[in-house]
């Protein structure tokens, strides 16, 4: 059959600007628990707020929320800034880091595709992966599928340790070296990547990534 | 720091209308016109030479700056470093994304219609026009830096970044967006690029097809997504996507002049020198579009070509459920609804910001008062002279202006001081003129009631400090009122609205709806994927059917939710239950207005009241103040006057008046 409605064809025909999609895969696992997760959460707003203030980001931006603690929980499926409600989380179980940077990769594997069925641009993805612990699974075959897809420039990947993360495991999933959280700095963390996300979704640019070096004595990580 | 344009005159800046990464932009005091961008630190050389050279080329031919921010003149500080530049004021336009996205749209130009966005297309090929005549390059071509009125007019932010040669120099745009950038210039440094009339007419093709295609980039990214290589590659592959997406506008629901114009901005001869459609062209293919844009008799909001063609806004709508034109409609207020509150605090602010009149009880007596009481209070005693003849003394000067209290005592107490004042003088006048001598029981008596008069002024303050005090009083009061009721609009409205969605099925008639399902039912209008919405949400039969149930369902509109309780309310009718007045969604937005009438209502009496609070404070202030005057200058007058009498009466000699 030739003519088709795509899925999501109302959602393109109301906003065909390009998309920049962005899926956060947050550790939800029981060691986040308290004021942790609630300035995560904290964060998330925020997030939402500065790219709101963005005419261009808001209409390109797509965010989607995966959450990994005890299982992976897609939280909230893509969606433009201004229809992305931030979902409210809870903290439990293990930290299945493996089977969550599987399912983000999956999940932006099928938003390209839902993009391009529906004649839509897009930005290179990013998989924003934060974490406080120790994988509960077995994650290198999420560490290969990263490189592979980096290497394809198929999309960005980033990865935060909070706390006691293992950063030698982020080093091993992430092809750019992985940062780490100062303290509870979750809304500097936040507003960097709001500020990365509206430069790129300016720019146009799809190779380059303008990002500012959030590893600076004033910044919110370090290596 | 002291500003200063190209002639050295001071430009003084006024509140600030905008900010951006390179520093603000301010209003200029004097001039409405025009507004200042001032860097955050003081702009390299190379930026300050092409904002001169464009400076130069406005004072040249001002017709430049008649539809953009050029930069008219530059700004320097006293060390004579260039900090800014003036520019036309660009204001209530929006940025072009905002009119050719189709839901924005929707909310920024309601009224928009294909013919408006036609226009507005044709009038960004007339910018370009201008510029191209005098050799000027938009360059960087982009979605923010064109702006578009209510009108459709146009107007292009950022032109510092246009390239330009003045003096045998050239000055360089330096960006660009991948979007609007031609194949040939793809992954080019944009610094190093000279651009070319031929590269802007790409960005103008690609803009034009933008706002005749609801927002659609000819060149959609195909299957990698990515536009940069899409151009590159010339994938103008529109034609392909709209034959497989049947909810695209096709391309031939424009003329076929113009859908020429496209082919020959985005094929690959189109790099070749000067190749690509002029703003001319465009601009005149585009008038001729637009005037053969008729409305569709279906909905009054499309517009199509000819008469006896298919509508295509009809026949997209039909594919696939969705209005690129609507009219907004009136979201309902929803439940929670609550009067502006912040408004609320912001009068209350204001309030606060109004002093009350001087307290009565505040009051201190000047001590000019006091003094010239005690000097009265010392002749109280006085016996009459043994020698009456020589107590005729010479009275002059301030001395009649006792007179002129006289006078005023018997006026109403109204226009008290004005009179006093006023014959007072005119008495003094004669008085000094005829140099009169006036006998000393006169004198006396004289001296008595201006203290009288004295006392009088000092109770009229106090009355109408108590009556503005009272005026004040009130006009709180009447605040605290309105702010009360607005405060209770909220539940007033949600009483009201409980009400009139209270939709209640009689239990014996329960059964006998049970009968008819939703999916079978004769509810006009309502299609099959609404009906499985609802059965999806177990509203499987017509006893299911409850107004408060159907409201959240999506995709249900309020037209829909009437239909099928409706619906309903005739099967109900049929058992023989009595037919109710039917209560439509037209209702529940009646209420809606009618509460947002209230609210704006009730916001308009609370600013009069705070303006009628200013006023009698400012009213209250200038009367005590005037009495207050008048008591001292009085009490100045009458003392001197009671100790001569004083002196007078001890038998020494009196000043001569």
């Known amino acids: 059959m030739s003519e088709q409605i795509p899925f999501g064809a109302i959602e393109f025909a109301a906003n065909p600007e390009p998309r920049c999609p962005c899926v956060l895969a947050l550790d939800t696992s029981s060691s986040m628990v308290g004021a942790r997760l609630d300035e995560l959460q904290r964060g998330i707003a925020q997030f939402k707020n500065e790219l709101m203030g963005d005419p261009l980001a808001r209409k390109r931006v797509e965010i989607a929320v995966l959450t990994f603690g005890g299982g992976v929980r897609l939280a909230s499926d893509f969606a433009t800034v201004d229809a992305f409600d931030p979902p409210a989380l809870h903290a439990d179980g293990l930290t299945p880091l493996g089977a969550a940077v599987l399912g983000a990769l999956d999940l932006v594997k099928t938003r390209k595709n839902i993009y391009r069925s529906n004649g839509i641009a897009y930005y290179r993805p990013w998989v924003f992966l934060l974490t406080d612990g120790e994988p509960s699974d077995p994650w290198q075959a999420a560490a290969r599928a990263v490189r592979d897809a980096e290497a394809q420039r198929a999309l960005a990947f980033f990865a935060v340790g909070v706390g006691e993360a293992n950063m030698d495991v982020l080093a091993e999933v992430s092809v750019r070296a992985p940062l780490k959280l100062k303290g509870m700095m979750f809304r500097e963390m936040f507003q960097w990547l709001s500020t990365s996300l509206k430069s790129v979704s300016h720019s146009g640019l799809t190779d380059e990534l303008p990002l500012s070096n959030p590893a600076v004595p004033e910044g919110w990580a370090k290596l | 720091m002291r500003l200063l344009d190209a002639q050295d005159r001071a430009v003084e800046l006024g509140a600030e209308v905008g900010r951006g990464g390179e520093g603000v932009v301010c209003a200029v005091v004097g001039d409405a016109g025009l507004v200042a961008k001032i860097y955050a630190t003081p702009p390299p050389p190379d930026r300050v030479s092409k904002l001169g050279a464009m400076a130069d080329a406005y004072a040249a031919t001002p017709s430049?700056?008649?539809?953009?921010?050029?930069?008219?003149?530059?700004?320097?500080?006293?060390?004579?470093?260039?900090?800014?530049?003036?520019?036309?004021?660009?204001?209530?336009?929006?940025?072009?994304?905002?009119?050719?996205?189709?839901?924005?749209?929707?909310?920024?130009?309601?009224?928009?219609?294909?013919?408006?966005?036609?226009?507005?297309?044709?009038?960004?090929?007339?910018?370009?026009?201008?510029?191209?005549?005098?050799?000027?390059?938009?360059?960087?071509?982009?979605?923010?830096?064109?702006?578009?009125?209510?009108?459709?007019?146009?107007?292009?932010?950022?032109?510092?970044?246009?390239?330009?040669?003045?003096?045998?120099?050239?000055?360089?745009?330096?960006?660009?967006?991948?979007?609007?950038?031609?194949?040939?210039?793809?992954?080019?440094?944009f610094r190093a690029i000279t651009h070319t009339r031929n590269h802007d007419r790409f960005g103008l093709a690609v803009i034009v097809f933008k706002l005749l295609f609801m927002g659609r980039h000819p060149f959609s990214g195909g299957a990698t997504g990515d536009l940069a290589l899409a151009i590159k590659r010339h994938q103008y592959d529109y034609a392909s996507l709209s034959a497989r997406l049947r909810h695209l506008v096709p391309l031939t629901s424009i003329t076929s002049e113009v859908r020429a114009l496209f082919d020959a901005a985005f094929r690959p001869e189109s790099t070749a020198f000067e190749a690509r459609p002029s703003a001319d062209e465009w601009l005149r293919n585009l008038d001729a579009f637009e005037k053969r844009l008729l409305p569709c008799p279906q909905d009054p909001l499309h517009r199509r070509m000819e008469a006896d063609a298919p509508c295509p806004w009809c026949e997209i709508e039909a594919t696939l459920q969705y209005a690129y034109f609507a009219l907004p409609h009136d979201e309902p207020l929803g439940p929670d609804w609550?009067?502006?509150?912040?408004?609320?605090?912001?009068?209350?602010?204001?309030?606060?910001?109004?002093?009350?009149?001087l307290d009565p009880n505040d009051y201190s007596q000047p001590p000019s008062v006091a003094m010239a009481l005690a000097a009265v209070g010392r002749l109280a005693e006085l016996e009459p002279p043994p020698d009456a003849a020589s107590w005729y003394v010479r009275a002059a000067g301030g001395g009649l202006a006792i007179a002129g209290g006289f006078t005023a005592l018997g006026a109403p107490a109204v226009g008290l001081g004005m009179l006093a004042g006023g014959v007072g003088l005119w008495l003094a006048g004669t008085a000094l003129r005829s140099r009169r001598q006036v006998p000393w029981g006169t004198r006396l008596a004289q001296v008595r009631k201006q203290a009288g008069l004295l006392g009088e002024l000092q109770a009229e303050w106090l009355g109408?400090?108590?009556?503005?005090?009272?005026?004040?009083?009130?006009?709180?009061?009447?605040?605290?009122?309105?702010?009360?009721?607005?405060?209770?609009?909220?539940?007033?409205?949600?009483?009201?609205?409980?009400?009139?969605?209270?939709?209640?099925?009689?239990?014996?008639?329960?059964?006998?709806?049970?009968?008819?399902?939703?999916?079978?039912?004769?509810?006009?209008?309502?299609?099959?994927?609404?009906?499985?919405?609802?059965?999806?949400?177990?509203?499987?039969?017509?006893?299911?059917?409850?107004?408060?149930?159907?409201?959240?369902?999506?995709?249900?509109?309020?037209?829909?939710?009437?239909?099928?309780?409706?619906?309903?309310?005739?099967?109900?009718?049929?058992?023989?239950?009595?037919?109710?007045?039917?209560?439509?969604?037209?209702?529940?937005?009646?209420?809606?207005?009618?509460?947002?009438?209230?609210?704006?209502?009730?916001?308009?009496?609370?600013?009069?009241?705070?303006?009628?609070?200013?006023?009698?404070?400012?009213?209250?202030?200038?009367?005590?103040?005037?009495?207050?005057?008048?008591?001292?200058?009085?009490?100045?007058?009458?003392?001197?006057?009671?100790?001569?009498?004083?002196?007078?009466?001890?038998?020494?000699?009196?000043?001569?008046?």
């Not at chain 2, 702006?147 to 660009?176: H, I, K, N, P």
């Not at chain 2, 031609?182 to 440094?189: F, K, N, R, Y």
């Open chain 2, 64 to 189: 430049l700056g008649d539809w953009c921010a050029w930069p008219r003149s530059l700004l320097k500080d006293e060390t004579g470093t260039c900090r800014g530049f003036l520019m036309a004021r660009v204001e209530g336009f929006r940025p072009i994304h905002d009119l050719y996205d189709p839901e924005q749209r929707k909310a920024s130009f309601p009224q928009a219609t294909w013919d408006f966005l036609a226009r507005t297309a044709a009038n960004c090929a007339r910018m370009f026009v201008s510029l191209h005549r005098y050799d000027v390059i938009v360059g960087d071509v982009n979605e923010r830096n064109l702006l578009v009125g209510a009108d459709a007019t146009v107007r292009l932010v950022d032109c510092d970044s246009f390239q330009l040669s003045r003096g045998g120099e050239l000055f360089r745009t330096g960006v660009g967006v991948v979007d609007y950038t031609p194949p040939e210039l793809q992954g080019a440094d």
């Open chain 2, 338 to 357: 609550q009067p502006r509150l912040e408004r609320l605090d912001e009068l209350r602010e204001s309030l606060a910001g109004i002093r009350s009149p």
């Open chain 2, 464 to 657: 109408q400090a108590y009556r503005c005090r009272e005026v004040d009083r009130r006009l709180r009061g009447e605040f605290e009122h309105l702010a009360s009721q607005f405060r209770d609009l909220s539940a007033l409205r949600a009483v009201e609205i409980e009400r009139l969605g209270r939709d209640t099925i009689h239990q014996d008639l329960r059964s006998f709806l049970h009968q008819f399902t939703v999916e079978a039912g004769a509810i006009p209008g309502l299609s099959a994927p609404k009906r499985q919405a609802m059965l999806i949400r177990g509203i499987v039969t017509a006893a299911d059917v409850e107004r408060p149930r159907l409201a959240g369902i999506p995709g249900l509109t309020p037209a829909a939710i009437d239909a099928v309780v409706a619906w309903r309310q005739s099967l109900e009718a049929q058992a023989g239950a009595a037919r109710k007045q039917p209560v439509t969604q037209s209702h529940f937005a009646a209420v809606d207005a009618n509460y947002l009438h209230l609210q704006q209502n009730l916001e308009d009496a609370m600013g009069r009241v705070l303006g009628e609070l200013r006023s009698a404070t400012a009213t209250a202030d200038q009367v005590l103040d005037d009495l207050y005057g008048r008591t001292e200058t009085l009490a100045a007058q009458l003392r001197p006057l009671a100790d001569d009498l004083w002196t007078a009466s001890q038998g020494l000699p009196e000043r001569n008046r």
